[in-house]
């Protein structure tokens, strides 16, 4: 919308922190634990559709205690990045797949959904707003979290009618430390993140919070993620806590679960599969059993094994565990598929490298 009177005006008079408190927390800035000066907020009634859109000081939010989004969940996000440049500018990384995928989570939830141009303003605009909270060092990157829910209260099991669009960010190193460590991954077999015909495929709240006990019970068992296998036949691999999965073999060819409404349709997963096939890989978007991959990392047939999201990019599997299953990939090490593969997209994603499929949304 360049060139247009932009619909998220900006408060001057929003309070900035201090530089040299915002230098301390860029140093280290772990995860989700240091917050930017501002957020977008952007309101939504049948009678005025979508209005009164802001850039104002990040602040906690008042919501009637009836409010959907508490009542019955009617949340849904996004998670995505802005990167800082080697001119010292700053991009986003096909913020339009974001946009669109919230479209589709809202469509599941009954919530009215953000227009794509809207949704790219404000976080343009917020993102534009605390440019200075944008990490420099490598590894780091501002990450993003545009929300949307229902806010009418109502006790009514029925879709919301007034929603709000947010977005906040936070300054972010690698969620894993280093990001060459191999994960050990606990599997869980009693447990389902998603079943056909239900939210699986909709980031939303819900998805999320029914995972959090499962990561849990890894966590307990001495493992960084759980890695959730489908509903019906507790048998073929879907996804981890908030990652896709994929899997390399020794022939040269690439394997990860097919989307079919269970698995969260990645922008990282999709990305990566464009990627591979550009270097050559075979790419099959296939099920995949959890005894046949105990059977091939075994025989050698498997030798890597990585998830890969916005928060992770890409996270190499070194050890794999469960109450019928242990085994290692690869020796326990990262594998050179899984680092070529890392390493080509984070040096397009912080323009180090040419970008031929136009992926990168430069902000300044």
């Given at each position: 919308?360049?060139?247009?009177?932009?619909?998220?005006?900006?408060?001057?008079?929003?309070?900035?922190?201090?530089?040299?408190?915002?230098?301390?927390?860029?140093?280290?800035?772990?995860?989700?634990?240091?917050?930017?000066?501002?957020?977008?907020?952007?309101?939504?009634?049948?009678?005025?559709?979508?209005?009164?859109?802001?850039?104002?000081?990040?602040?906690?939010?008042?919501?009637?205690?009836?409010?959907?989004?508490?009542?019955?969940?009617?949340?849904?996000?996004?998670?995505?990045?802005?990167?800082?440049?080697?001119?010292?500018?700053?991009?986003?990384?096909?913020?339009?797949?974001?946009?669109?995928?919230?479209?589709?989570?809202?469509?599941?939830?009954?919530?009215?959904?953000?227009?794509?141009?809207?949704?790219?303003?404000g976080v343009r605009s917020l993102v534009r707003a605390?440019?200075?909270?944008?990490?420099?060092?490598?590894?780091?990157?501002?990450?993003?979290?545009?929300?949307?829910?229902?806010?009418?209260?109502?006790?009514?099991?029925?879709?919301?009618?007034?929603?709000?669009?947010?977005?906040?960010?936070?300054?972010?190193?690698?969620?894993?430390?280093?990001?060459?460590?191999?994960?050990?991954?606990?599997?869980?077999?009693?447990?389902?993140?998603?079943?056909?015909?239900?939210?699986?495929?909709?980031?939303?709240?819900?998805?999320?919070?029914?995972?959090?006990?499962?990561?849990?019970?890894?966590?307990?068992?001495?493992?960084?993620?759980?890695?959730?296998?489908?509903?019906?036949?507790?048998?073929?691999?879907?996804?981890?806590?908030?990652?896709?999965?994929?899997?390399?073999?020794?022939?040269?060819?690439?394997?990860?679960?097919?989307?079919?409404?269970?698995?969260?349709?990645?922008?990282?997963?999709?990305?990566?599969?464009?990627?591979?096939?550009?270097?050559?890989?075979?790419?099959?978007?296939?099920?995949?059993?959890?005894?046949?991959?105990?059977?091939?990392?075994?025989?050698?047939?498997?030798?890597?094994?990585?998830?890969?999201?916005?928060?992770?990019?890409?996270?190499?599997?070194?050890?794999?565990?469960?109450?019928?299953?242990?085994?290692?990939?690869?020796?326990?090490?990262?594998?050179?598929?899984?680092?070529?593969?890392?390493?080509?997209?984070?040096?397009?994603?912080?323009?180090?490298?040419?970008?031929?499929?136009?992926?990168?949304?430069?902000?300044?």
């Open positions: 919308m360049d060139g247009e009177a932009s619909v998220f005006v900006q408060d001057a008079a929003a309070p900035r922190r201090p530089e040299a408190e915002r230098q301390a927390a860029l140093r280290d800035p772990g995860f989700g634990r240091v917050f930017t000066d501002h957020m977008a907020t952007l309101r939504y009634t049948p009678d005025r559709g979508w209005h009164d859109g802001r850039i104002e000081a990040a602040a906690p939010l008042s919501l009637h205690p009836a409010a959907m989004a508490l009542q019955y969940a009617q949340l849904v996000f996004e998670g995505m990045k802005a990167y800082g440049l080697p001119d010292g500018g700053a991009a986003l990384f096909r913020p339009a797949e974001n946009a669109r995928r919230m479209q589709r989570s809202a469509a599941r939830m009954g919530i009215e959904p953000v227009p794509e141009a809207l949704f790219l303003e605390d440019r200075d909270w944008i990490p420099r060092q490598e590894g780091a990157s501002l990450y993003l979290r545009p929300f949307l829910m229902g806010t009418d209260p109502s006790f009514a099991v029925r879709p919301g009618r007034d929603y709000m669009f947010c977005v906040i960010a936070s300054p972010a190193a690698p969620i894993f430390g280093s990001t060459t460590k191999p994960l050990t991954l606990w599997i869980s077999d009693t447990l389902t993140r998603a079943a056909p015909g239900g939210t699986g495929a909709a980031k939303c709240a819900g998805s999320y919070g029914a995972s959090l006990q499962a990561v849990a019970e890894a966590g307990r068992e001495g493992c960084d993620q759980a890695i959730f296998l489908d509903a019906v036949e507790r048998r073929w691999i879907e996804e981890l806590g908030g990652m896709n999965i994929m899997f390399v073999f020794a022939d040269g060819s690439l394997r990860t679960p097919p989307l079919g409404g269970t698995i969260l349709p990645g922008v990282t997963r999709d990305s990566l599969l464009i990627l591979a096939r550009d270097m050559g890989l075979t790419v099959r978007e296939e099920p995949y059993a959890i005894d046949q991959w105990q059977e091939d990392a075994r025989s050698g047939r498997l030798t890597e094994a990585f998830a890969c999201g916005t928060a992770a990019v890409v996270a190499p599997v070194g050890q794999v565990r469960g109450r019928r299953h242990e085994f290692a990939i690869g020796g326990g090490q990262a594998g050179q598929v899984t680092e070529r593969l890392r390493t080509a997209l984070i040096e397009i994603q912080r323009g180090r490298a040419p970008d031929p499929h136009g992926w990168v949304d430069r902000l300044f």
